[in-house]
């Protein structure tokens, strides 16, 4: 039997791991330590402030707090990534905008920086490293003279590397911007012909590449990058200043080492196990180990919802406006925007399409969607609000069904209800009702139940009779007992009454005519509350600013976080799973390609055998999710990093 055992270990490390590639990092660590016991091994890791087993679950540390310090330590592989078109070239491109400006910027990095800048300033000293000095820019295949003058007074800034923004030279021509000066030093530039240095044009995003290539910027940031040159509404700013440090990038790879060590700790089980005694079973080991991955698992979770928010303000939160034909949408609409994006008209079923507007509310960037009005009828023939039959044709009904869909997957629902005048037949004359078309109610309530926020604006208040509307600043009560009877669960604070006629009125000497804004507060104060990052008080008690983190996690590395969760739950499934199983250290020895139950010639003397865990396996659970983060941060094994590159870059 233990000649079977070291056959399979022989195998097992010559493959790596039974097929599974051992990480270099995990196999460092536990063969470094081969020679001595476990628990020296693990002591010494307490030492250096590590969370080790320990007999005692009190005395255990928490993995997160724990694992932080020492594991860095011990793991810490910040490989250096060779990549397809890192060579000698350097580089060269306009930074800023094309087109006539003040100022423009050639940024060049690479080896020939110096040169470049003997050629274009022939007998000018090199400033002084990150200190602006006037020069004058000389065409450099020519002997310099006034004729040969490319810019007479250009601010050059040369910063030597390793500590620039690509890690290597990096030289900067400010020019003046006139676009036959930047031609000119564009082409001057690549003239430079210095002997077997090559001088080109930067490809898109080379700079930034070539950042990440010298350990400059990790992927994360590079990604906050693009979001910072995107960000249009103070919020993205926020999100994308967030994202450029390099807290989420840490924390990603704190998780990964937390991993490698977890399976450190499973790997060494597997070595020494039948050599060693241990004071701590197998199984309190895997307890152990489980216990700790369910924490991070909790945690990446959360990161997970977190990143949704964050997308919210990254790509907008979508509002749909909900309501009858001539409720007043597109009304609305007009007056949030400003101007008449969207038709208004008397005549129902003006909006048949959606129309989507892209609006800044209050720094919070939203897709505002107009629809086509809902009304209901049987057949091709509905009721109107003043009680005439009207007909419903096909491209209404589409409009409709797709207003319906749009509802649905917005985040935030304005459902518009207006103030109708009905006539009275018997004193000949009008008053003024709450209307609420049942097919914008049963609409709404759909969209409740899915938990959508919903707000609702109940317009053209400048119908209501002057005592109603009196009630300053309040609903008047008996229109909120009306909506209460029809749709119970909206709560009285997200209704609102507003006149966009009245909003229109630029003269009025009303601070907020028609209450329009008073409705935009509080869409704020939702958007507000839809974006505020989820929190575990167990995890960072307290830390707000932890959690503002995670909502710059992005749809890439969300991708990557869920299929990382799902190798923890897998391993959390099998090692709970196998609660009451039992553990043999010639088990831990098997291929993981066969089941466990295979070798019961093996451990005929074990109770629950077909319960058994195949350690390698779970290990392994806990190398793929690894790998998972690995990705996000292009650091580790993964041997993906040029895919992931090609993803961030192509943005
Ligand atoms: N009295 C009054 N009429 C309004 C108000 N808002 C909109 N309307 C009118 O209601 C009609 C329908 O408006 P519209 O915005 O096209 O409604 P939609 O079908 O919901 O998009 C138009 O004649 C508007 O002028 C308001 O606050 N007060
Ligand atoms: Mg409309």
């Keep these: 039997m233990r000649e079977k055992a070291e056959a399979k270990e022989k195998e097992r490390k010559r493959t790596g791991g039974c097929g599974h590639v051992i990480t270099r990092e995990i196999r460092d660590f536990t063969r470094s330590k081969s020679s001595r016991p476990l628990v020296c091994h693990l002591a010494a890791l307490l030492t250096s402030g590590a969370a080790v087993q320990s007999h005692h679950p009190a005395k255990r540390l928490p993995l997160l707090s724990s694992w932080q310090n020492s594991t860095l330590r011990a793991f810490n592989s910040s490989p250096v990534i060779q990549l397809a078109g890192?060579?000698?070239?350097?580089?060269?491109?306009?930074?800023?905008?094309?087109?006539?400006?003040?100022?423009?910027?050639?940024?060049?990095?690479?080896?020939?920086?110096?040169?470049?800048?003997?050629?274009?300033?022939?007998?000018?000293?090199?400033?002084?490293?990150?200190?602006?000095?006037?020069?004058?820019?000389?065409?450099?295949?020519?002997?310099?003279?006034?004729?040969?003058?490319?810019?007479?007074?250009?601010?050059?800034?040369?910063?030597?590397?390793?500590?620039?923004?690509?890690?290597?030279?990096?030289?900067?021509?400010?020019?003046?911007?006139?676009?036959?000066?930047?031609?000119?030093?564009?082409?001057?530039?690549?003239?430079?012909?210095?002997?077997?240095?090559?001088?080109?044009?930067?490809e898109p995003g080379e700079f930034t590449r070539r950042a990440f290539m010298n350990n400059r910027l990790d992927l994360p940031q590079i990604e906050a990058l693009g979001d910072i040159l995107a960000a249009e509404t103070e919020q993205q700013r926020r999100l994308a200043v967030r994202g450029s440090s390099d807290a989420l990038s840490k924390r990603f790879e704190l998780w990964r080492q937390e991993l490698l060590y977890a399976r450190g700790e499973l790997e060494a089980l597997i070595d020494f196990a039948e050599d060693q005694h241990f004071d701590e079973s197998p199984r309190e080991l895997i307890d152990s180990v489980a216990s700790q991955v369910r924490v991070l698992y909790r945690q990446i979770g959360l990161h997970i919802q977190n990143a949704s928010k964050g997308e919210l303000l990254r790509s907008g939160i979508k509002v749909a406006l909900l309501g009858a034909p001539n409720a007043g949408k597109s009304s609305l609409l007009n007056r949030i925007v400003g101007r008449e994006a969207a038709i208004v008209s008397t005549e129902e079923g003006t909006t048949r399409d959606i129309v989507d507007v892209g609006v800044d509310i209050g720094g919070w960037y939203c897709k505002m969607g107009d629809m086509a009005g809902l009304r209901s009828g049987s057949g091709n023939h509905s009721l109107q609000q003043g009680g005439k039959p009207v007909t419903i044709g096909a491209v209404e009904t589409e409009g409709i069904r797709r207003a319906k869909a749009r509802a649905l997957e917005s985040d935030v629902i304005i459902v518009v209800l207006s103030l109708e005048?009905?006539?009275?037949?018997?004193?000949?004359?009008?008053?003024?009702?709450?209307?609420?078309?049942?097919?914008?109610?049963?609409?709404?309530?759909?969209?409740?139940?899915?938990?959508?926020?919903?707000?609702?604006?109940?317009?053209?208040?400048?119908?209501?009779?002057?005592?109603?509307?009196?009630?300053?600043?309040?609903?008047?009560?008996?229109?909120?007992?009306?909506?209460?009877?029809?749709?119970?669960?909206?709560?009285?604070?997200?209704?609102?009454?507003?006149?966009?006629?009245?909003a229109m009125d630029e003269s009025s000497p009303v601070t907020d005519p028609g209450k329009v804004q008073t409705l935009l507060n509080g869409l704020i104060a939702n958007f507000e509350k839809i974006t505020t990052p989820l929190q575990d008080d167990e995890v960072n008690n307290n830390n707000i600013s932890y959690w503002e983190d995670a909502i710059g996690v992005t749809q890439r590395q969300e991708s990557n976080l869920h299929k990382c969760r799902q190798h923890l739950a897998d391993f959390l499934t099998r090692t709970q799973t196998h609660a009451k199983c039992q553990f043999k250290p010639h088990l831990l020895y098997n291929n993981p390609t066969e089941t466990p139950h295979n070798d019961h010639d093996d451990c005929s003397d074990t109770d629950g055998l077909e319960n058994a865990i195949d350690i390698v396996t779970e290990a392994e659970h806990l190398r793929f999710a690894a790998d998972s983060l690995a990705k996000i941060t292009g650091k580790g094994d993964s041997g993906d990093v040029e895919d992931v590159l090609g993803v961030v870059f192509e943005k």
């Design 86 to 202: 890192s060579n000698d070239s350097t580089i060269y491109a306009l930074s800023t905008a094309l087109g006539r400006a003040a100022i423009a910027i050639v940024r060049i990095s690479g080896p020939a920086c110096l040169p470049i800048y003997q050629a274009l300033c022939p007998g000018s000293p090199l400033p002084k490293p990150r200190v602006a000095a006037l020069r004058t820019l000389f065409d450099p295949t020519q002997p310099p003279s006034s004729s040969t003058v490319l810019d007479p007074s250009a601010l050059i800034l040369f910063f030597p590397h390793p500590r620039t923004v690509t890690g290597e030279d990096v030289l900067e021509l400010h020019l003046h911007g006139g676009s036959a000066i930047v031609k000119a030093v564009l082409a001057a530039v690549a003239n430079c012909n210095i002997s077997e240095q090559p001088i080109r044009y930067a």
């Design 421 to 502: 005048y009905v006539e009275d037949s018997k004193s000949n004359d009008g008053f003024c009702q709450l209307f609420m078309e049942p097919e914008v109610v049963e609409a709404v309530r759909r969209c409740q139940e899915l938990g959508k926020c919903i707000i609702l604006a109940i317009n053209k208040s400048d119908r209501l009779p002057p005592e109603q509307r009196e009630e300053s600043g309040k609903v008047p009560h008996h229109l909120v007992t009306l909506v209460k009877t029809l749709l119970p669960n909206i709560p009285e604070d997200q209704i609102y009454t507003i006149s966009c006629r009245e």
